[in-house]
């Protein structure tokens, strides 16, 4: 899943919290996966603790290159209407620090979202 537009760049990350939602997929077990990107390259959701993305240099639709890390959505409402035909994927609100990009994604609609370096999920997923 990679940015369809870049509105902004962030030179200097921030190291604060900031709230944001991502999809997640249930697998067979029920345990919860990192969608698209993290299927190539997994990495552990480790609930509680703060998880580094892995950077690489990905390219927008429009062709623009940015450093890979979590897509994130800025707004709920948007959100909730991207995957609302899949039935495996849950809406987590997470923690996000250290974004470097803001932009838009599109697959149903199109939705506001950021990128960041580094992701916080909750301990207590419903």
Request: hydrophobic share 35%.
């Amino acid at each position: 899943m990679c940015l369809t537009t870049i509105t902004q760049r962030i030179e200097k990350p921030s190291k604060k919290a900031t709230k944001a939602w991502k999809w997640f997929r249930k697998n067979s077990e029920g345990k919860l996966e990192l969608p698209y990107f993290y299927f190539i390259h997994p990495i552990p959701i480790i609930e509680g603790k703060w998880t580094k993305a892995i950077e690489q240099k990905l390219y927008s639709a429009t062709g623009e290159e940015y450093t890979s890390g979590f897509h994130c959505y800025t707004n709920k409402e948007q959100a909730e209407n991207y995957h609302r035909n899949d039935s495996t994927a849950v809406l987590i609100e997470v923690k996000v620090k250290e974004i470097t990009t803001y932009g838009t994604q599109y697959l149903i609609n199109i939705c506001d979202v950021l990128v960041a370096k580094q992701i916080l999920i909750p301990k207590s997923i419903k």
